[in-house]
């Protein structure tokens, strides 16, 4: 089956520090690669997605790249702000599935 | 509408109450989902509606869960004689097309259910 490993939370950085949350997966075939995010009291919404190998998603200065060979899809920000204080999902989804399969979520809060 | 809406977004029910979550999709959206997420986790696939047909109920974890969308629109999600463990948030999420890997989900704020 599918599966996602993600990086455990919480995170707390302080503000314009470097962020890393590291996300592997297991599927079958190639799947796109999501990234959703969740700020407070809203629902989930795209941050950005890949949807083959090598690609890379990039949106509000995150960034993630589709690395076919590690199975991974790590989200990085050179410089966070406190507005990004959030939860964020690592999501593939296999193409031949009706299904996301979200990864436990990392909590992280940037403190000025 | 704008986005995907949930009603309501907060119950509280006694255990062995019956409740109905309703989701209002994008109008137009082709797909819909429904998700549960337990505290301090990520949503877990509940079922999938491609226009009115239920193609997918594999995640229901019991046969007191029901979904339904008739027309296409709006879906219910029906839970009958209500336990404490299906205290959840429940997401519903809708996508333009028929799924493919590749689509992008919208999701509404959620509904918070509580059972006592």
């Known amino acids: 089956g599918n599966s996602v490993t993600q990086m455990e939370g919480p995170v707390t950085l302080s503000e314009e520090a470097f962020l890393t949350i590291n996300c592997t997966y297991t599927a079958t075939g190639y799947p796109s690669l999501f990234w959703y995010v969740q700020y407070p009291g809203e629902g989930l919404q795209l941050l950005l997605k890949a949807t083959k190998a090598d690609d890379k998603g990039s949106n509000k200065g995150f960034e993630a790249t589709y690395r076919k060979e590690t199975t991974s899809f790590h989200l990085e920000k050179g410089s966070v702000q406190v507005s990004d204080s959030a939860v964020y999902f690592c999501?593939?989804?296999?193409?031949?599935?009706?299904?996301?399969?979200f990864g436990s979520g990392t909590q992280l809060t940037v403190l000025p | 509408g704008a986005g995907v809406s949930q009603s309501p977004r907060y119950k509280v029910a006694k255990r062995g109450q019956d409740v109905a979550l309703r989701c209002d999709p994008i109008s137009g959206h082709v797909s819909l989902f429904w998700y549960q997420q337990a505290l301090g986790q990520g949503p877990e696939f509940l079922t999938y509606?491609?226009?009115?047909?239920?193609?997918?109920k594999s995640g229901l974890p019991s046969d007191r869960f029901f979904a339904e969308r008739p027309e296409g629109s709006v879906s219910t999600l029906k839970i009958q004689r209500t336990q404490q463990e299906d205290s959840a948030v429940y997401l519903c999420?809708?996508?333009?097309?028929?799924?493919?890997?590749?689509?992008?989900?919208?999701f509404g704020a959620g509904s918070r259910l509580t059972v006592l």
């Open positions: 509606f491609q226009n009115e047909a239920q193609l997918d």
């Open positions: 999501a593939p989804a296999p193409g031949s599935a009706r299904q996301l399969t």
């Open positions: 999420a809708s996508s333009s097309g028929p799924f493919s890997g590749a689509n992008v989900l919208t």
